[in-house]
């Protein structure tokens, strides 16, 4: 699978739209961009995954750049509770999703 | 529904007893996952249990001892544990192992 880059840590204004980014330059054509956050103290919760065209879902969006090196995790109104650990996971589909490896993460803090 | 159930949500032993780790989830997924995390690291893959038959371990130590009884349960057997095996244990499920991987909210072992 290929290798993810985040920023270690970013800052959000409650009520604005937090900006993730993720760099995967090495991303293979059938591998898909997978985001999961983690709050403090729980387990890892889905957010939203995608292969080439950009995702929405009620949590989150998710823009892919055409060349598909690098994805954007919008959340567009940021709350206290969005303050959590962010981990972006590159993996193919046909591969055992549990070999997929989390990195570091951006910790994404929300201020008041 | 997309929810996995891990008991005890808190676990202190000491390096000479036997317990259990017990996950349990109802959406009809057939692959389970074990995960350990450390504080202020991310998760790491321990076991894969795919159509109730262990397909992946990732050399992890004989004192943890998985086992999947059905399609719906998974334990985690702990015995003869160091204290640098407290950490957070996650349990998660997928449809199969190529599908998105949904978390427990993980149990806290603290080896004495």
């Known amino acids: 699978d290929a290798k993810t880059t985040q920023p270690p840590s970013m800052d959000c204004a409650e009520g604005r739209a937090a900006n993730l980014p993720c760099n995967h330059s090495?991303?293979?054509?059938?591998?898909?961009v997978y985001w999961y956050r983690q709050i403090h103290s729980q387990g890892p919760q889905y957010i939203i995954h995608?292969?080439?065209n950009n995702e929405t879902n009620e949590m989150a969006s998710l823009i892919i750049t055409e060349d598909r090196k690098s994805s954007t995790l919008i959340l567009p109104h940021a709350t206290l509770r969005d303050t959590a650990v962010y981990y972006c996971?590159?993996?193919?589909?046909?591969?055992?999703?549990?070999?997929?490896?989390f990195g570091d993460g951006t910790t994404l803090t929300v201020k008041p | 529904d997309t929810e996995v159930t891990q008991t005890p949500k808190h676990l202190v032993m000491g390096m000479t007893n036997k317990k259990s780790l017990k996950c349990e989830q109802h959406?009809?997924?057939?692959?389970m996952y074990w995960y350990k995390q450390k504080a202020k690291k991310p998760p790491e893959l321990m076991f894969v249990?795919?159509?109730?038959?262990?397909?992946i371990n990732e050399s992890v130590p004989s004192r943890f001892s998985p086992e999947c009884p059905n399609s719906s349960l998974l334990n985690l057997h702990l015995h003869a544990l160091q204290p640098e095996d407290s950490a957070l244990y996650l349990c998660?499920?997928?449809?199969?192992?190529?599908?998105?991987?949904?978390f427990g909210e993980g149990s806290w072992l603290t080896v004495v």
């Open positions: 998660a499920s997928s449809l199969d192992t190529r599908n998105t991987i949904y």
């Open positions: 090495t991303i293979s054509g059938n591998e898909y």
């Open positions: 995608g292969l080439k």
């Open positions: 996971i590159v993996r193919a589909y046909n591969t055992n999703a549990g070999k997929s490896t």
């Open positions: 959406m009809g997924h057939r692959a």
């Open positions: 249990y795919s159509y109730e038959k262990l397909s």
